[in-house]
């Protein structure tokens, strides 16, 4: 569905994307995970035409980023890390104009069905500046989807809100999925990319490091981490690829230890030396 | 079904800003009271005791006060709003994002800029008409106001795609419409200015929009102003267009 082949984008003296190339299958949900500045942001704003790489190329549904950048908005639905809603307008309003933009037809209806999606049906006649920052993220939701996109893409979808909220948008994202959408969202949560993606790249610097399943990345560095602080306070890890072997190092750790299933953050760890967050 | 015109939905969104603004009495207050100080500081102080080619000072002034104030009020809200929608609320990606082409997202934003212009030169003319006998209002009035509308509108583009900054916007303004509004004829006529000073007011097009304003038909000096017009018009529209087109971060 999306094929990115050796895209390199610089800002400057720096380089935000450096030889980056991955594909994304048609259906799947796909997740780059990264710290910040890693260059996440810059692949959606190249993959959504928002910003041309310096060399590479693009391919999404078989048309070319670059060169046919109309044909590909009408294919693609973005959420973007800041709210750019029209903060002075209602979300009827707000939706009315993105509809309009995309050509969207029966949209009085459609707009209905969108909004009611996502919960904010009965606040359709509110300004967007009274909304919170989670309805605000729902009601961006339901703009992108209005078109009904063959690709959305979802940049830092959860970012800046709590836990509750994160997991009524999770919840959003998964209904998005069973329609059989490609959806490309890129974070630096965990448990994010753990809880939504079929697939996950983890991106260090502008490059692809790793590219698989959570649960074969998650075990390719072994499936449990014993964990205890050593007299120094400094915390002590070890990877170990069963439950038995992990106990059986827990048992010579000389401080209080945890035993717990290994996660990306792991994973990145081992591939970086460094955290994400 | 009927296909709806790109520019649409970009003007319509404008358009729904404008009435909010509308509604709260700021705007009208901001948009009138720089003209309207201007107009009784000289139209009625010191045009009492001023003629200027036979007619009343005032009779002179208030098109020239109509052609800055369409200026003023069609660029910099274009300007100002484009830039603070690109570099800070991102909402002018949601334009660039969409299968919207540039050409309709410059005619929508700068249709949006004449309509404000337009509204503002529209009290400024109430005032006028209610001033002064001498003042009416010609066919070639209006042309010349909606070219004027146009051309500042897509001037405006052209700041609010290039400012780097809000601050750059004032900057722009500072140098380049404010002393348009002050040295093109608003408030004297230029012919007289010195040779070397009246070369550089016959590039404002500011200039041109108060010799045409100012014509009760199209003469050879009006028909010269009146191309102009056109011709700025026209590159500044292109230019702006093409900026959004190019338009990449």
């Known amino acids: 569905m999306i094929e990115v082949v050796d895209i390199t984008k610089s800002y400057g003296p720096v380089k935000a994307l450096d030889r980056l190339s991955f594909g994304i299958r048609q259906g799947e949900v796909f997740g780059l995970l990264g710290p910040n500045g890693a260059g996440k942001t810059t692949t959606i704003k190249v993959l959504t035409t928002l910003a041309r790489p310096d060399s590479g190329r693009c391919i999404i549904a078989g048309r070319d980023v670059l060169s046919d950048r109309t044909g590909i908005r009408r294919l693609i639905g973005v959420v973007p890390q800041e709210n750019n809603l029209d903060r002075e307008l209602t979300a009827y309003e707000n939706m009315l104009i993105y509809g309009m933009l995309h050509g969207v037809s029966d949209l009085g209806k459609r707009i209905g069905e969108a909004l009611e999606a996502v919960d904010l049906l009965d606040r359709k006649d509110f300004v967007v500046s009274h909304f919170s920052g989670g309805m605000q993220r729902r009601l961006i939701l ?9 690709v959305l893409f979802l940049d830092e979808p959860s970012v800046g809100l709590d836990p509750q909220i994160r997991r009524h948008i999770w919840d959003i994202i998964r209904k998005i999925r069973k329609g059989g959408r490609t959806v490309v969202i890129t ?6 990319a753990e809880a939504l993606c079929d697939r996950v790249g983890i991106i260090m610097k502008g490059q692809l490091i790793a590219l698989d399943t959570p649960a074969n990345l998650k075990a390719s560095v072994g499936g449990y981490v014993v964990e205890y602080l050593d007299k120094d306070g400094k915390l002590f890890q070890e990877i170990s690829k069963t439950r038995q072997e992990a106990h059986e190092l827990a048992r010579d750790a000389p401080a209080a230890v945890t035993v717990r299933e290994s996660n990306l953050e792991d994973v990145f760890v081992k591939l970086t030396g460094q955290r994400i967050s | 079904m009927k296909t709806m015109p790109g520019w649409y939905p970009v003007f319509l969104r404008e358009m729904l800003l404008f009435r909010r603004k509308l509604l709260r009495l700021g705007y009208l207050f901001s948009a009138m009271v720089a003209p309207i100080i201007y107009l009784v500081a000289f139209g009625f102080g010191l045009g009492k005791s001023v003629q200027v080619r036979g007619s009343s000072y005032l009779a002179f002034l208030i098109p020239g006060l109509v052609a800055m104030s369409s200026m003023n009020n069609s660029y910099s809200w274009v300007a100002s709003s484009l830039t603070l929608n690109r570099l800070y609320f991102k909402t002018f990606q949601v334009f660039v994002q969409s299968p919207v082409g540039s050409t309709s997202i410059m005619v929508g934003e700068v249709m949006a800029g004449m309509v404000k212009g337009l509204f503002a030169s529209a009290l400024i003319i109430a005032v006028g008409l209610l001033s002064s006998s001498d003042f009416s209002v010609t066919l070639l009035f209006l042309v010349t106001l909606l070219l004027n509308c146009f051309l500042f509108a897509s001037l405006g583009v052209i700041t609010g795609m290039r400012a ?10 500072n140098f380049f419409i404010m002393p348009m509004a002050f040295f093109s004829g608003t408030f004297f006529p230029v012919d007289k200015a010195p040779l070397l000073l009246k070369a550089v007011i016959y590039v404002m097009p500011l200039t041109h929009t108060n010799v045409l304003i100012r014509k009760a038909s199209l003469d050879h000096e009006g028909l010269i102003s009146l191309l102009v017009l056109c011709a700025y018009a026209a590159a500044f529209f292109l230019y702006g267009a093409r900026l959004i087109r190019k338009y990449g971060e």
């Open chain 1, 142 to 150: 339901a703009r992108a989807l209005l078109p009904e996109p063959s």
């Open chain 2, 164 to 173: 780097k900054s809000h601050e750059d916007t004032a900057t722009y303004t």
């Open chain 1, 187 to 192: 974070t630096h949560y965990i448990e994010e």
